[in-house]
């Protein structure tokens, strides 16, 4: 194993801060020490490439999480995705030209990394429950069902915000400050839950429970989506999540899912092909672009923790 150089590494060990910026900072600074060390050296899936009417992705979710849930008769293969952020997910998978797409999104990253689509149905933007700070399961499935019977001759993209924290169950209503943003990372008020476990701030046994909540919660809302559905559905994800796992030989912990960290078990993500009975009939139209200059993204943003 390599060992840190000194100075890194009291410089490490100076910022455990619970409450201060300092854990913020910590935790970037980790990220960035590992990202030159970790290796792909293992097969990737092209989402857009591959062969689905409907591709619903539940945000930061684990393939063993999803095995160990999964609502299915079809079991969950295990792949790995192209990115390790949902940033990089739509930049790697759907920039460009999508004319027989249409994108239903819970996560405002698709207004600042989304490509070009037959429409974009940005939920995030007027289904957002303030109380949780996030787009709630049942909200993102009554759209997209409304969006389906708008364009049924599209390809359909449904992205689910959870098990993506903000954890909207019991099990999270436990973890007090589980994250406030503000005003960015620079002035949040308490640091998020990955920064808080990287601190020693919080029960990780607790986090995961969290976690797994929010994908229960979602899972029967997702049920409900793909049994209205025609066509070739697959459920999946951008991203997978970590809880203190190692990606490099350097021995540092990482939690969440920092972008361009092309780790194996950060990367693996399930893939469930659902059975059908028709296949959809695609067409391709106009395209408009997925950005949005919308005040609104960047708050919602920092909710989630992004930003």
């Known amino acids: 194993m390599v060992s840190l150089p000194e100075p890194i590494a009291s410089f490490v060990r100076w910022l455990p801060s619970e409450f201060s910026t300092a854990s913020v900072l910590k935790r970037e600074l980790k990220a960035r020490l590992v990202r030159p060390f970790v290796r792909q050296d293992y097969e990737t899936i092209s989402y857009g490439e591959r062969d689905w009417d409907t591709l619903v992705v539940l945000d930061a ?3 063993d999480v999803f095995a160990a849930n ?3 008769t079809v079991p969950a293969e295990r792949v790995n995705s192209n990115a390790s952020h949902t940033s ?6 759907f920039a460009g030209d999508h004319p027989d797409t249409v994108y239903v999104t819970a996560s405002p990253q698709v207004a600042n990394h989304g490509g070009d689509f037959a429409h974009v149905e940005h939920v995030w933007r007027d289904g957002w429950d303030e109380a949780t700070d996030t787009v709630l399961p049942e909200t993102m499935t009554d ?3 409304e969006v389906a019977q708008t364009h049924p001759e599209k390809r359909l993209i449904v992205h689910y915000m959870q098990p993506h924290y903000p954890f909207i169950g019991e099990a999270g209503a436990d973890l007090a400050a589980q994250g406030s943003f503000l005003d960015g990372r620079a002035d949040r008020a308490y640091p998020s839950v990955w920064e808080r476990l990287d601190a020693g701030a919080a029960d990780e046994a607790q986090v995961w429970d969290a976690y797994e909540e929010n994908l229960r919660i979602a899972l029967p809302e997702v049920q409900r989506l793909v049994e209205a559905l025609d066509g070739k559905t697959v ?5 997978g999540n970590l809880f203190g796992e190692r990606v490099s030989p350097l021995p540092i912990d990482i939690y969440g899912h920092p972008p361009g960290i092309a780790d194996e078990e950060l990367t693996a993500v399930p893939w469930v092909e659902l059975p059908f009975e028709q296949r959809r009939e695609i067409r391709k139209t106009e395209t408009r672009s997925a950005t949005t200059d919308d005040g609104d993204v960047e708050e919602r943003l920092e909710s989630l923790g992004y930003v």
């Open 61 to 63: 979710c684990r393939y």
């Open 88 to 93: 990089d997910f739509l930049s790697a998978n």
């Open 235 to 239: 459920v999946t994800s951008d991203h």
């Open 143 to 145: 759209r997209a069902l």
């Open 70 to 72: 999964n609502p299915f």
